[in-house]
């Protein structure tokens, strides 16, 4: 069974800095997917970054991107330039490809960003 | 509609009634799932739906649990008896079919269920 590990229960950074969140995960398979997702208070859980296994470069997506480590099976996520409506609770995620998989999800970083 | 809805926002039930969450997925999504998202447990996968049809259930924490799924559309998740341990925030979410090769999952609201 797929598990993913989120090490980091609380982050703070300042407005404008840039942050690291780390993800971990643990897997036989050669071919997956990886998503970080982010739920403001709203609860509303918002796609932030997809990374496909296969592909070697690592995902961007504005001032998101990861750093993804087959080998070591590390996905981090860093987020450039913080903003006070980046605070929330960001999830790990692990899919396996085929259709119609679940997620697997990392138990969450809270990432608090002040002014 | 743009995005997944779910239905009630928030419940408040009374411990042994029933109570049926609803999910409306992102038009032409085949795909349906259902998350319970708990304090004690994190986020954990329920059951998911293709098409109408689950063939995989066994995220069900026990049998006052069912789900079902019709038109290709909508799903209802029911909890009979609740309990005080079925309160958490139920999130619904909807992809396309495998064979589009977008497999990402896209998330409703949630319901946040309180069993009192």
């Known amino acids: 069974a797929q598990t993913v590990t989120q090490s980091q229960p609380e982050m703070s950074v300042q407005e404008a800095e840039t942050v690291t969140l780390s993800c971990t995960y643990d897997?036989?398979?050669?071919?997956?997917?990886l998503f970080w997702y982010k739920q403001p208070p709203s609860r509303q859980m918002i796609l932030v970054i997809r990374?496909?296994?296969?592909?070697?470069q690592n995902a961007t997506e504005n001032r998101f991107s990861v750093n993804f480590q087959k080998a070591a099976k590390s996905f981090s996520l860093k987020i450039s330039d913080s903003q006070l409506g980046d605070t929330a609770m960001y999830f790990c995620?692990?899919?396996?490809?085929?259709?119609?998989?679940?997620?697997?999800f990392g138990t969450g970083t809270r990432l608090l960003v002040s002014p | 509609g743009a995005g997944v809805s779910q239905s009630p926002s928030n419940k408040v039930t009374e411990k042994g009634k029933d109570v049926e969450l609803r999910c409306d997925p992102i038009?032409?999504?085949?795909?349906l799932y259902w998350y319970r998202q708990s304090l004690g447990q994190g986020l954990e996968f329920l059951i998911y739906?293709?098409?109408?049809?689950?063939?995989?259930k066994s995220g069900l924490p026990s049998d006052r649990f069912s789900a079902e799924r019709t038109g290709g559309s909508v799903s209802t998740l029911t909890i009979q008896r609740t309990q005080q341990e079925d309160s958490a925030v139920y999130l619904c979410?909807?992809?396309?079919?495998?064979?589009?090769?977008?497999?990402?999952?896209?998330f409703g609201p949630g319901t946040r269920l309180l069993v009192l």
């Open positions: 979410a909807s992809s396309l079919a495998f064979w589009q090769s977008q497999e990402t999952q896209y």
């Open positions: 897997t036989s398979e050669n071919n997956y997917y």
């Open positions: 990374q496909e296994a296969y592909k070697q």
């Open positions: 995620a692990f899919m396996k490809p085929g259709g119609f998989q679940k997620l697997v």
């Open positions: 038009s032409g999504h085949t795909a």
């Open positions: 739906f293709q098409g109408n049809s689950a063939p995989d």
